[in-house]
C-alpha cells in the first residue's frame, strides 16, 4: 500500500511555504558553474552542433526520467517522515542494504561542498578584485598566474593568505554565509535566498549576454576574432581542422572557425604535404563514443541528479503537491540557463578577444579563470562587466553549495534526532575539516580534483543508478508512477513508462561502463589499447600520492562516520508492513 | 557560424527558452491543490488535517 499514516516523529515537519519557492531552489542547485563555464567547453570541443543533438536525447533519457524519479521518490518518502537518502531509500527498499546504499547519497554532497565552497569563494574572490579595478592583464598567462597565486597551486598551504588577492578571506565569508543560510532553515534560509538570487542570477547574465553580441569584431587587425565566429565555434554541427601527419597517421592540428581562418590556413599549407584541412560532418562527430559520453555526462551533472539533493528538497513537500510540473520547469530553467545564457556568453566572448586557439581545449577552470579574466580586461567597460559575470558565478555556486548541505543536516537531524543547531554544528565542523584540507594541499589542486574525479563523478554515476533501478523496479514502474502523477499539474506522456524502467537504466549502465574504460582503464576507441588512469595511479601505482591517498581516506572516514550513525539510528528501521512498499 | 549551426542554435535555444517560458508560466497560472481545495467550500485538504 502506498498510502498509510506517517511514522510519528518528535521533530517539526520543515515545509517550503510556496511552489515557486521549491522549484526556484531546485533549479538553482543545479544551475552552477557548470551552466556558464564547463558546458560550452565541452559543447565546441566534442563537437558543437553535433554534441548538442546527443544533449538533447541524453537530457529525454536521463536528465528528466531520474529528475522526476528523485521528485517522486523523495516526495513520497517525506509524506511518511523520511527526509535524508538513507531513511528514503530504507523505506521505499525495505532492505538493510538500501538504507546503506543510501548513505552515499549523504557523502555525495558532504564531500562535494568541501572543494565547492573553495571554488565559489574563488568566484566571489574574482568578483572583488574586477569591481576594485585590480584585474589588467595583458596575456592570459598573466590571467593564469594571478590564478595560481590566488588558489595557492605552487604549494601546498599557498591558498591560506588572507589578503583581497588571496582566497583565504573570501573563503572565510562564503563558508559562514552558507551555514548561516542553512541554520535560518528551509523556507527562511534556502527559499529566501533562493528567491531573491536566482532572478538576480538571470537578469545579470542577460545584462552580460547583451554586452557579449554586441561585441562584434573589436579588433579590426584581426578580423577572424569576433562574435561570429565564436557563436561558430559552439554551434557549428560541422568541424573543420587542419591536421598532420605523424607516424603516417593524420592528427588534428588546430581548428578553424569562419571563412577568414579558413581562407588563410589555405594558403598557408597548400604547398605543404604534411598537413591537409579535414571537415567533420555531423554525423562523422555522432559516430564517437566520446560525444555520447561527454553529452550525457554534461546533462547527468548540470542537472544534479544523482547527488541525493532533489530527493531531500522533494521530502520536504505535501503529500499531494505536484511534482511533475515543477520537476519540468526546474529542469528547463537549468536548461534555459545553460544553453541560452551560457551557450550564448562563454565562447562568443573568448572568442571574439583571443581567437579559436587561445580559447580551444580548455577546460572548466582554464575557460574561467584563466581565459575570462583575460577578456573582460580587453573589454570595454571590462571592470563592471567582469564584475557582474564572477558574481553571477557567485550567485550559480552558493545557491549550489546551501544545497548540498541540506542533505546531511537532514540526515543528522533524522538520524540522531537532533535540532537544526546541533546538527549544524556537527556538519559545519565536518566540512570545516575537510574544506581546510583541501584548501591546505592546494598543490596541483591535487585534493580537490580527486575528490571531485572519485565523489563527483564516480559516486554520482553509482547513486543515479541506483536510484532510478530503485524507482523503475523497487518502487515498481506502476506505482511510481501513480505516485508521480499523485497532484500533478502536468502529465508525464505515457513513453516515459517504458523509458524509466527500460531505457534510462540501461543507458546509464552503458555510460558508466564508457566512463570506466575511458577514465579508469585508460582504454582508447581511436587505438584499442588501454593505460590506467592517472587517478587509479596515485592510489595504486608504484609512486603513489599521498594527497590523493590522503584524499580517498577522508572519503573513507566520512563514509564510516555516517555508515556508523546510519547503523546506529532507531531512526531507519524497518518500517511497519502497511508503511512500506511491497 | 554556418547555415547548419544557426539552425541548430536557434532550435536549441528556442527549444529551451520556450520551455522553460511555459513551464514557468504553468506554475503561475495553475492554482495549488491546497487553494483547489479550499476554494469555494472551503473543504480542508486531507493531509493538512
Known amino acids: ?37 564547463r558546458f560550452p567547453g565541452q559543447a565546441a570541443q566534442y563537437g558543437g552542433g553535433a554534441f548538442m543533438i546527443a544533449y538533447f536525447v541524453a537530457l529525454l533519457l536521463l536528465g528528466l526520467p531520474i529528475g522526476w524519479a528523485e521528485w517522486t521518490m523523495g516526495r513520497f518518502a517525506g509524506a511518511h517522515g523520511y527526509n535524508s537518502c538513507p531513511g528514503i531509500m530504507g523505506f521505499i527498499g525495505r532492505a538493510r542494504g538500501w538504507k546503506y546504499a543510501g548513505v552515499i547519497g549523504v557523502i555525495i554532497p558532504v564531500v562535494i561542498y568541501m572543494y565547492y565552497v573553495y571554488i565559489e569563494a574563488w568566484c566571489l574572490g574574482y568578483a ?68 531573491i538570487a536566482m532572478p538576480t542570477l538571470i537578469a545579470i547574465a542577460i545584462i552580460v549576454l547583451i554586452r557579449v553580441l554586441t561585441l562584434g569584431t573589436p579588433d579590426a587587425a584581426v578580423p577572424e576574432r569576433n562574435v561570429g565566429n565564436g557563436l561558430g565555434f559552439m554551434w557549428n554541427p560541422e568541424k573543420v581542422f587542419v591536421e598532420k601527419l605523424e607516424g603516417g597517421v593524420w592528427k588534428s592540428e588546430r581548428e578553424l572557425v569562419g571563412p577568414e581562418m579558413i581562407s588563410a590556413a589555405r594558403q598557408e599549407i597548400a604547398s605543404d604535404t604534411t598537413r591537409r584541412l579535414e571537415v567533420h560532418g555531423t554525423l562523422e ?23 541525493g539533493i532533489i530527493a531531500t528538497y522533494a521530502s520536504y513537500l505535501r503529500r499531494k503537491d505536484d511534482v511533475v510540473l515543477s520537476g519540468f520547469t526546474a529542469t528547463s530553467a537549468n536548461e534555459f540557463c545553460e544553453v541560452t545564457l551560457g551557450g550564448l556568453i562563454t565562447l562568443p566572448a573568448a572568442v571574439a578577444f583571443l581567437g579559436v586557439a587561445e580559447v580551444a581545449g580548455k577546460g572548466t577552470f582554464g575557460l574561467g579563470f584563466n581565459v575570462l579574466p583575460m577578456v573582460f580586461a580587453k573589454m570595454p567597460g571590462g571592470q563592471i562587466f567582469g564584475f557582474l559575470f564572477f558574481f553571477l558565478l557567485f550567485l550559480a555556486a552558493i545557491t549550489s553549495s546551501i544545497s548540498m548541505l541540506q542533505p546531511g543536516i537532514a540526515f543528522l537531524e533524522e538520524a540522531m534526532a537532533i535540532g537544526r543547531k546541533m546538527s549544524v554544528a556537527i556538519l559545519g565542523f565536518i566540512t570545516a575539516i575537510g574544506c581546510g ?4 594541499f592546494s598543490k596541483d589542486a591535487k585534493a580537490l580534483d580527486t575528490l571531485d574525479f572519485w565523489v563527483g563523478t564516480f559516486l554520482i554515476f553509482v547513486l543515479a543508478m541506483l536510484q532510478i533501478i530503485m524507482f523503475g523496479w523497487v518502487l515498481g514502474i506502476d506505482k511510481g508512477w501513480k505516485e508521480a502523477h499523485l497532484g500533478a499539474a502536468i502529465r508525464i506522456p ?79 528501521g524497518t518500517p511497519p508492513v502497511e508503511g512500506g512498499v511491497q | 557560424m554556418t547555415f547548419g549551426g544557426w539552425v541548430i542554435m536557434v532550435l536549441s535555444v528556442g527549444l529551451v527558452t520556450g520551455a522553460f517560458g511555459w513551464s514557468i508560466w504553468r506554475v503561475l497560472t495553475t492554482p495549488h491543490p491546497e487553494e483547489r481545495l479550499h476554494a469555494p467550500l472551503g473543504i480542508e485538504h486531507e493531509e493538512e488535517a
Not at chain 1, 562527430?285 to 548540470?302: C, H, V
Request: with cysteine.
Open chain 1, 494 to 572: 505515457r513513453i516515459f513508462r517504458f523509458i524509466m524502467k527500460w531505457v534510462s537504466p540501461l543507458f546509464l549502465v552503458s555510460i558508466f561502463i564508457m566512463w570506466i574504460l575511458l577514465n579508469v582503464v585508460g582504454y582508447s576507441f581511436e587505438t584499442g589499447r588501454g593505460e590506467v588512469s592517472s587517478y587509479v595511479k596515485d592510489l595504486f601505482g608504484a609512486e603513489p600520492s599521498t594527497v590523493a591517498r590522503m584524499s580517498v581516506s577522508l572519503v573513507a572516514m566520512v563514509g564510516i562516520l555516517f555508515a556508523f550513525i546510519t547503523a546506529r539510528s532507531k531512526a531507519f
Open chain 1, 285 to 307: 562527430q555522432l559516430k564517437k563514443p566520446q560525444l555520447w559520453l561527454a553529452a550525457a555526462g554534461q546533462i547527468f551533472f548540470s542537472l544534479s541528479v544523482g547527488f
Open chain 1, 437 to 440: 584540507f583541501v584548501v591546505w
Open chain 1, 1 to 37: 500500500m502506498i498510502d498509510s499514516p506517517p511514522i510519528p516523529t518528535s521533530r517539526p515537519k520543515e515545509q517550503w511555504s510556496s511552489r515557486l519557492g521549491v522549484i526556484l531552489a531546485v533549479a538553482g542547485s543545479a544551475i552552477g558553474l557548470g551552466n556558464f563555464l
Open chain 1, 128 to 195: 572583488v578584485n574586477f569591481l576594485l579595478g585590480s584585474m589588467h592583464f595583458t596575456s592570459p598567462k598573466e590571467a593564469g598566474d594571478f590564478w595560481g597565486n590566488f588558489i595557492g597551486i605552487g604549494q601546498d598551504g599557498g591558498a591560506m593568505g588572507f589578503g583581497l588577492q588571496q582566497v583565504g578571506a573570501y573563503l572565510g565569508i562564503v563558508f559562514v554565509l552558507n551555514f548561516v543560510l542553512i541554520y535560518r532553515g528551509l523556507s527562511k534560509g534556502i527559499e529566501w535566498f533562493c528567491n
